[in-house]
C-alpha cells in the first residue's frame, strides 16, 4: 500500500481520536475550555510541543494533538521522516447555538478541525 492512501486514513483516525470524549482535561472536554475567547488555533503537529511543560488547557491540547498524530503514523507504519510539516487548524463558529446534550438544552460553539 502507498502512503498517498495511507495519509488519509492517517488524517482520518487523528482527527476521530483527537476531537473524541476521552479528550479530557482534568475530567472534562478539552475543547470546553478553548472555546472561550478563541477564534482560531494553529497547532504544530510536528513541532516540540510534547516536551511542553505548559499546564493550561491549551498547552494540553497542543500536546495531546501531536501525540495523537504521531501515534496514527506509527499505526500506520509511516516514517516521521516522510512529514515536512503538518498542521491542526481548529476554529470555532462566531455565534453560539442551542443544541441538546444528554436530553437537556444548552448552549456553545460549532467546533471545525
Known sequence: ????????????????????????FDGYWVFGFLVEGMDSVRI???????ESDDSTPSGFARRLA???FSEQITKAGLSREWFREAYLDISKSPESRLG????RSSSGYDVRF
Not at 6 to 21: D, E
Not at 44 to 50: F, I, N, P
Request: hydrophobic share 40%.
Open 66 to 68: 501531536a501525540q495523537k
Open 44 to 50: 504544530d503537529l510536528l513541532g516540540e510541543v510534547l
Open 1 to 24: 500500500m502507498t502512503s498517498r492512501r495511507v495519509i488519509p486514513g492517517v488524517l482520518h483516525n487523528f482527527i476521530g481520536t483527537f476531537s473524541s470524549r476521552y479528550s479530557d
Open 100 to 103: 441538546v446534550v444528554n436530553g
